[in-house]
């Protein structure tokens, strides 16, 4: 396992194990020995960008995707906001590797949230 990040959940901080990092953003799973629990999460705000990821590997493709997108590494009050084009590729981004974008992330502040659409119908 990796380094130890704080994440945010409800109005407490928790400890996890974070099993990759770049930019800024860190793989981990929350609540542990959960199935679909794979998350990414902005390390300096402890707000997870991305949630419900089926497997360690979907986690890391969403945050190889997500690390161009800006400088994962400032405060989230620096991160662009709102229905910016930030926010737009960042929900495109998080949808298109099959992972529920999260209420509250670090880019998001009005967009529109909806669970990824099931591939195989």
Same mark, same amino acid.
């Given at each position: 396992?990796?380094?130890?990040?704080?994440? %945010?959940?409800?109005? $407490? !901080?928790? @400890?996890? !194990? $974070?099993?990759?990092?770049? &930019? /800024? @953003?860190? %793989?981990?799973?929350?609540?542990?020995?959960? +199935?679909?629990?794979?998350? %990414?999460?902005?390390?300096?705000? &402890? +707000?997870?960008?991305?949630?419900?990821?089926?497997?360690?590997?979907?986690?890391?493709?969403? +945050?190889?995707? +997500?690390?161009?997108?800006?400088?994962?590494?400032?405060?989230?009050?620096? @991160?662009?906001? /709102?229905?910016?084009?930030?926010?737009?590729?960042?929900?495109?981004? %998080?949808?298109?590797?099959?992972?529920?974008?999260?209420?509250?992330?670090?880019?998001?502040?009005?967009?529109?949230?909806?669970?990824?659409?099931?591939?195989?119908?």
């Amino acid at each position: 396992m990796g380094e130890q990040i704080g994440i %945010v959940t409800g109005a $407490c !901080e928790q @400890l996890v !194990e $974070c099993t990759y990092e770049k &930019g /800024g @953003l860190a %793989v981990h799973q929350w609540p542990e020995g959960i +199935l679909n629990n794979w998350t %990414v999460t902005h390390i300096s705000s &402890g +707000l997870s960008v991305a949630q419900m990821g089926e497997s360690e590997a979907q986690a890391i493709a969403v +945050l190889e995707d +997500l690390v161009p997108l800006t400088d994962w590494t400032q405060p989230s009050d620096k @991160l662009q906001h /709102g229905v910016s084009e930030f926010g737009i590729q960042t929900k495109r981004i %998080v949808e298109r590797h099959g992972m529920a974008l999260t209420t509250g992330h670090p880019s998001q502040h009005s967009i529109p949230i909806e669970k990824p659409r099931d591939r195989s119908a």
